[in-house]
């Protein structure tokens, strides 16, 4: 009944069109392995279904017991890797039973890459837990049958919330992990039952008391563990974060080759768009980590964060996220932005690529100021241990400092290996590239007005997160807990979820932004709000997530 009607959901066919162009969209080819006609086309969709599962809901978990040392890691793992191994052979077997419509297609290789990553990580895993199990054993506060409300039984509090304030050391401003576990073994254990500790377990924790104990038993597996521990350890430790890593490569590789983009030439305009966007999304999902609590041990957490160079372990570092940053800019954006120039068939240099070669130059000199502005910031670092603690410290240890002393003489006085870091640095330059990239990579030359709105959203995205990490740093710089005990606990700025969720959602979009899901969008007639919409309920569902993971993680360290 309106006039003009409406172009959602239009194809594009169906539209006024040039000669030429409905000859290029008659042409188009809709087939791919997702809408392949097979017997087996079952086997991709449970392939994918399996791959989501096992690496968005399973393995987060894996991660959680992993940190918490928890008996249970092993057993969540070996759930996990079985969906991850059924996932590849289902992919094995659909990939030589259907047509070659992607000849060398990456993904094959990656999902070889992910089964083989698996069956290593497993090995570590199993290995690394059956070392723990002995020393457990031997150590005369074993928690080794203790029950599922207090399996929690060995805790890491480099990240979490109650790390600045479990055992304070002197000032309160450092904490001894390790004696911290102590405590708390000793103190799971001084409630339980003084009789059989199985008795008083459940079925389940029973089970899998039975079945480390059947691991340990291995002699294959005591000598590894006993002779390689160290080795395994490490090696564990790799392998469980480079596969969360893999993970967020092989998802989008999956949808892109599966859906046949990429294929010749158009490889590079894929990659400048999804290594792009990708960045920005892995900053999100940092910024909404570190608004949970996690890296606070190191600062991370919008946190003070004490260190003593005299300790083996670090109660943080004194580089922040700004100089991993400034770095990652300085190193990363110079090459990546020559990608798109490289789809080009015939080599000559356009408006289009010389606009991305100007961003060349940003990255470059933004990188730089900000590596040249955080070793500028080292003072301020220094000055700023004595403005929290180190007149307290002063006070504690007995000593004596005159007020006109400079940084440098009181540093000296107390020790140069007192140093404090405040989680952040007030450098502009990431927060500064983060926005310029959102409005210049915006506004510059696109093949279609379809083209034009997407790149618009992500930019305006990018733009708006940028503008709430500068009101961040404004709420921690005026910190009214400054000089208290709460300042070395997560700080929580309200801020930081608008910025996670605007670098996420920017960096999805960035994505969706490549040539070929353009043309797609347009052959099916959707509009811009397609991408927009669905990319904001994705990351809403995404945050919601993430944070229930970190919630459940610090509810079981809690008990």
């Known amino acids: 009944p309106w006039a003009g009607g409406h172009a959602h959901g239009v194809p594009i066919l169906q539209t006024k069109l040039t000669p030429e162009q409905q000859k290029y969209w008659e042409s188009y080819n809709t087939t791919t392995y997702l809408t392949l006609e097979s017997p087996y086309s079952g086997h991709i969709h449970a392939h994918l279904a399996l791959l989501f599962i096992s690496a968005f809901v399973l393995y987060p978990f894996v991660l959680v017991l992993n940190n918490l040392e928890s008996n249970w890691f092993l057993p969540l793992l070996a759930v996990q890797a079985s969906l ?7 992919y094995s077997v659909f990939i030589n039973n259907v047509p070659d419509l992607y000849p060398n297609m990456a993904y094959t290789k990656m999902v070889t890459g992910w089964f083989v990553l698996t069956l290593l990580q497993a090995l570590f895993a199993v290995v690394n837990s059956v070392r723990r199990w002995l020393n457990d054993f031997c150590s005369p506060s074993s928690t080794l049958f203790d029950d599922d409300n207090a399996d929690t039984d060995s805790f890491n509090l480099d990240d979490d919330d109650n790390s600045a304030s479990a055992t304070m050391h002197g000032l309160g401003l450092n904490y001894n992990g390790n004696s911290t576990n102590n405590t708390l073994r000793s103190g799971s254990n001084s409630g339980s039952n003084s009789g059989s500790p199985l008795a008083s377990t459940s079925q389940l924790t029973r089970s899998r008391n039975a079945v480390m104990q059947a691991l340990s038993s291995s002699k294959a597996l005591t000598v590894l563990s ?17 596969l969360l890593a893999y993970f967020f490569v092989l998802f989008p590789t999956a949808l892109s080759c599966l859906n046949l983009f990429g294929k010749g030439q158009r490889v590079f305009n894929l990659l400048a768009h999804f290594i792009k966007g990708g960045v920005f999304f892995t900053l999100g999902l940092l910024s909404l980590a570190r608004y949970c609590g996690c890296f606070a041990g190191i600062g991370g957490g919008w946190n003070y964060a004490y260190i003593d160079l005299d300790r083996n372990k670090y109660g943080g570092l004194i580089c922040t996220f700004e100089s991993v940053e400034s770095f990652l800019i300085f190193f990363y954006g110079c090459s990546n932005v020559f990608l798109e120039h490289l789809a080009s068939t015939d080599g000559v240099w356009t408006a289009k690529d010389l606009q991305h070669v100007s961003i060349a130059f940003m990255y470059f000199g933004a990188g730089l100021c900000g590596l040249i502005t955080e070793f500028k ?11 929290v603690a180190g007149k307290q410290l002063a006070t504690t240890e007995n000593i004596q400092l005159d007020d006109n002393l400079t940084i440098d003489d009181q540093h000296h006085i107390l020790g140069s290996n007192k140093m404090i870091t405040p989680g952040f ?8 590239t983060i926005f310029w990239t959102g409005v210049l990579m ?22 708006y997160g940028s503008f709430f990490r500068v009101f961040t740093f404004f709420l921690m710089s005026y910190y009214p807990l400054h000089g208290s005990r709460e300042c070395f606990l997560p700080s929580k700025p309200l801020t930081e979820l ?39 309920g994705i990351i809403s569902l995404l945050m919601a997530w993430v944070m229930f993971i970190f919630a459940v993680k610090d509810r079981m360290r809690a008990r």
């Open 442 to 463: 915006s506004k510059h030359a696109q093949a279609s007005a379809l083209s034009s709105a997407i790149h618009v959203q992500w930019g305006s995205l990018l733009t």
């Open 425 to 432: 640095s007030p450098n502009p330059f990431p927060v500064f």
């Open 498 to 536: 608008v910025t996670s969720f605007c670098l996420l959602c920017g960096g999805m979009v960035f994505m969706e932004s490549t040539d070929q899901v353009i043309e797609a969008l347009a052959y099916r007639g959707l509009t811009p709000m397609f991408t927009i919409n669905v990319s904001v």
């Open 226 to 242: 006993s002779s390689f521990g160290s080795l395994f350890t490490f090696l564990h430790s790799v392998t469980t974060w480079v």
């Open 84 to 90: 991850s191994v059924v996932s590849c052979i289902l």
């Open 377 to 387: 910031l080292s003072s301020w670092r220094r000055s700023l241990f004595f403005n």
